[in-house]
């Protein structure tokens, strides 16, 4: 197996829509994530539980949404960012792959937004693969930050030639972490935008998947009416070769 397939995806906590209007997607975006047939699939803005919205939706699962979503066959892998009033929500890793270890580093910015990484290491055919999952701040200075931190973390944690993906929802407006993720030697598809926000008229390409120690082959973004129901992203898939 020289190559697999890699899925980011932020599912806006199963939940879409406002007010009253407001509806349970958790149940497509579980058919949607087994669609993307992808090896290792990476979620934000995942809920653990919501004491609120489950006694709202009758048909709530009664599983955490990670596990709830995860294929069969699949490992789960749910770590919290961000603790709330009725319940918590954070990152979480799907992978068709053993996973060997994982970790969870906070780096939180500002007490107004609660930030995390998770750290997974995947054993991929026989290969050693390092991915962390990553939710960045809204504001562009946190984020920079978050990057220098999301650099030290790296440098501790992964071996400096083993394969390693950063995927998820980097809020890079404007494509401003490009430079800093390179100086980390860590790289995107060059040329081409997968535009993932909003989904209904996607224009920003928020969400990325950036790979050291590995080539990008390959990248989409699923649309259809179905896909943007589901969530106010699209996902991001990439064929990845070792």
């Avoid at 946190?142 to 220098?148: D, H, N, Y």
């Avoid at 404007?174 to 030697?185: E, G, I, R, V, Y």
Wanted: charged share 20%; proline share 5%.
């Amino acid at each position: 197996m020289d190559s697999f397939r890699v899925a980011t995806y932020n599912i806006h906590k199963g939940v879409q829509g406002l007010g009253p209007a407001r509806r349970l997607e958790i149940h497509n975006l579980g058919h949607a994530v087994e669609q993307l047939d992808a090896d290792i699939v990476c979620l934000q803005e995942v809920r653990s539980h919501h004491h609120k919205l489950k006694k709202r939706f009758q048909h709530w699962p009664e599983q955490a949404q990670a596990d709830y979503l995860s294929p069969e066959g699949y490992e789960a892998i749910y770590r919290t960012n961000a603790f709330t009033r009725h319940g918590e929500h954070g990152n979480a890793l799907l992978s068709r792959w053993p996973v060997l270890a994982t970790g969870h580093h906070d780096v939180s910015d500002h007490r107004f937004e609660q930030r995390g990484l998770l750290h997974a290491v995947v054993n991929v055919a026989d290969r050693t693969v390092h991915v962390v999952v990553v939710h960045l701040g809204l504001i562009h200075a946190s984020r920079e930050r978050q990057v220098q931190r999301l650099g030290q973390f790296i440098e501790r944690e992964v071996p400096a030639g083993a394969p390693l993906v950063v995927a998820g929802d980097f809020n890079d407006w404007s494509a401003k972490l490009l430079a800093p993720m390179a100086n980390l030697d860590l790289r995107t598809f060059d040329g081409i935008r997968l535009p993932t926000f909003p989904s209904r008229l996607p224009l920003l390409h928020l969400d990325r998947i950036y790979v050291r120690g590995l080539r990008p082959v390959s990248a989409h973004v699923p649309h259809g009416r179905a896909w943007a129901r589901m969530s106010d992203h699209l996902p991001l898939v990439a064929e990845l070769s070792f």
